[in-house]
């Protein structure tokens, strides 16, 4: 007879970039918490013909070639693709030596399989968590409005208000790839809680905490810092911090270790019409409106708790 589980069940809906790789690797290392169901690519940093093949190759190193990965949308719902490997580096991974990956990609439509196993779910005990633009969530909410009950909950990566943005002056990468899906989400009255860039700004690549993952001397530790020796010049030069930061990871830390975040519960609107500020997150942090609140918005991390978390589950790859 085997215990029962209380790990939460999740779907990983990711555009691989070095730091979704590094929040795929703590997830798939913390099966106690977290339970994958399976991960859905979407276009972002890179295009999807590479985002699929990335969250394949992080798969095989965390040892992991049994999860199932999907391929979803290539493009947002109404816009043009905007792609960052000025970030990330061509293949979306620079940094290690890629490889191509054995294990397959799923013949189903990655907003197919998020429709389906929502609908197949009790309500609410499927946490969705996109790393990426949310452009399979929108389309899979526009797609089957009787799925979005099913949700516990979105945790996310995206968006800004005291940092403000990251692509443009006003706007931050996954919400500016996609500002009508990032409203549909904002606006489905599930459960959410929002990681900006005013908290992954504030987990930061030291030299050290890159050296504590390589020093781990496994596969996925030296992978790892190999991804992270490369992702942070790009911040560093850019904020001139002393590391970059690691933003998708935030997502996965906060369903193990929610004590190590803070934030408030308060509105955040998309901005979807303007040139100048599109895609901004209008976040009412002062609380000057009265428009309802509709995400838990972090602001804080225990950076050295964050870090001491990855390299302690990393180890365990």
């Known amino acids: 007879m085997t215990a029962p589980t209380t790990a939460r069940k999740i779907i990983i809906d990711t555009d691989p970039g070095q730091d979704d790789a590094v929040a795929l690797l703590l997830a798939l290392a913390s099966p106690e918490e977290i339970e994958v169901l399976g991960i859905t690519c979407v276009a972002g940093n890179v295009p999807l013909s590479l985002t699929q093949k990335n969250a394949r190759i992080i798969c095989e190193v965390a040892g992991c070639a049994d999860i199932k990965v999907f391929a979803g949308r290539d493009a947002p719902l109404s816009r043009a693709l905007v792609t960052a490997e000025e970030v990330h580096g061509k293949t979306g991974l620079d940094g290690p030596d890629l490889f191509e990956p054995q294990m397959p990609l799923q013949d189903e439509n990655g907003v197919d399989f998020i429709i389906q196993t929502l609908r197949a779910a009790p309500a609410k005990t499927i946490t969705l968590c ?3 633009p949310l452009s399979n969530i929108a389309a899979a909410f526009q797609a089957a409005p009787d799925i979005v009950e099913k949700v516990q909950e979105i945790v996310f990566m995206g968006g800004a208000y005291f940092e403000v943005g990251n692509i443009t002056p006003a706007a931050e990468f996954n919400i500016y790839v996609d500002p009508e899906a990032a409203d549909i989400v904002l606006k489905s009255g599930v459960q959410i809680t ?24 496994n596969r996925a530790g030296i992978f790892t810092a190999e991804m992270l020796d490369f992702f942070e010049r790009f911040d560093m030069e850019k904020y001139g911090s002393e590391g970059g930061p690691l933003h998708d990871p935030c997502v996965i830390a906060y369903l193990i270790q929610p004590e190590l975040f803070t934030g408030r519960h ?16 209008v976040a009412d942090w002062w609380r000057v409106t009265d428009r309802s609140p509709n995400a838990m918005f972090i602001g804080d991390v225990d950076a050295d708790g964050f870090f001491d978390l990855i390299t302690e589950r990393l180890a365990r790859l």
């Open 266 to 281: 308060i509105n955040v609107e998309i901005e979807t019409q303007s040139d100048l500020t599109l895609g901004m997150t």
């Open 194 to 217: 929002m990681m900006p860039l005013d908290v992954t700004h504030k987990a930061l690549t030291t030299r050290a905490r890159i050296e504590a993952l390589r020093d781990l001397n």
């Open 130 to 132: 996109p790393l990426g």
